[in-house]
């Protein structure tokens, strides 16, 4: 019980993180010019496409390989279409319209969303085995996992409420699904926290899933949206998202 505190901070600190960057809606005045929304939905492309990758699928093989050995693509692949699939089943089931910025926000908003859910999980799986360590520098190596988590959840915030902004006309707006999709992580940690030596086991398959849910959205939504005409706005901002969020992950060893 000494170290609770720490397993509070890490837990509340990658929800404050993804709010803090969802708030950044607040920092510009008016409708985004359409360079500025280009290199935005660029920027949120590049984010997902680096996170994807360094976050949830290179985890994600590593944690199936002790279990899987050389298959572990198996369990890696499967989870990655499904997560796909799972994008195309909710646009038939909230019948989000094919083409148009709120339908895209609303795809973006989802995807992220479904991948705080297996980040959460790995914060709170971190914190359950330091609770069975019991030493302070299990607790305080969990704590450097949520800080890593927390900061590479700033620019998904971001990637989430400025797109909403120019979908809903409201920065309030915006700002609350940023919000909502943050709520996620935590709860997903106090779930992993619980249910550290069960969960595990699925934790391969839940990262690949979101990986998939993040990749098709990239494509379907986010890179046609940034495409300006007779520039390359867009193009350079998938290069600045991807660049970002890898050095985030990377220097930060999520």
């Not at 359409?34 to 496409?49: H, N």
């Not at 969303?113 to 019991?134: C, D, K, M, Q, R």
Request: glycine residues 10%; charged residues 10%.
């Amino acid at each position: 019980m000494e170290y609770t505190w720490v397993t509070i901070v890490g837990i509340v600190f990658i929800f404050l993180m993804t709010t803090l960057g969802g708030a950044l809606v607040y920092c510009f005045k008016t409708q985004l010019p359409q360079k500025l929304q280009s290199i935005f939905y660029g920027f949120a492309g590049g984010v997902m496409t680096a996170a994807s990758i360094w976050s949830l699928l290179l985890p994600a093989l590593s944690e199936a390989e002790p279990t899987w050995g050389k298959l572990s693509f198996i369990p890696v692949a499967i989870g990655f279409l499904l997560g796909g699939l799972l994008i195309v089943l909710v646009e038939k089931w909230l019948k989000l319209p094919k083409e148009g910025e709120e339908g895209r926000a609303k795809k973006l908003f989802i995807s992220v969303t479904v991948h705080n859910i297996p980040e959460g999980l790995a914060v709170g799986f971190a914190f359950g085995a330091a609770h069975s360590i019991g030493t302070p520098a299990a607790y305080f190596a969990a704590l450097g996992l949520a800080i890593g988590m927390g900061f590479q959840n700033f620019p998904e915030g971001a990637a989430v409420t400025l797109p909403m902004q120019t979908a809903l006309k409201s920065k309030n707006k915006a700002f609350l699904y940023g919000v909502w999709s943050a709520l996620v992580e935590p709860v997903s940690a106090v779930i992993g926290l619980l249910f550290a030596t069960f969960l595990r086991v699925l934790q391969p398959w839940l990262l690949a899933f979101a990986a998939g849910s993040m990749i098709f959205v990239v494509a379907e939504e986010l890179l046609p949206a940034s495409k300006a005409e007779d520039h390359s706005w867009g193009a350079w901002g998938v290069m600045l998202g991807f660049v970002v969020m890898m050095i985030l992950d990377i220097a930060l060893g999520a």
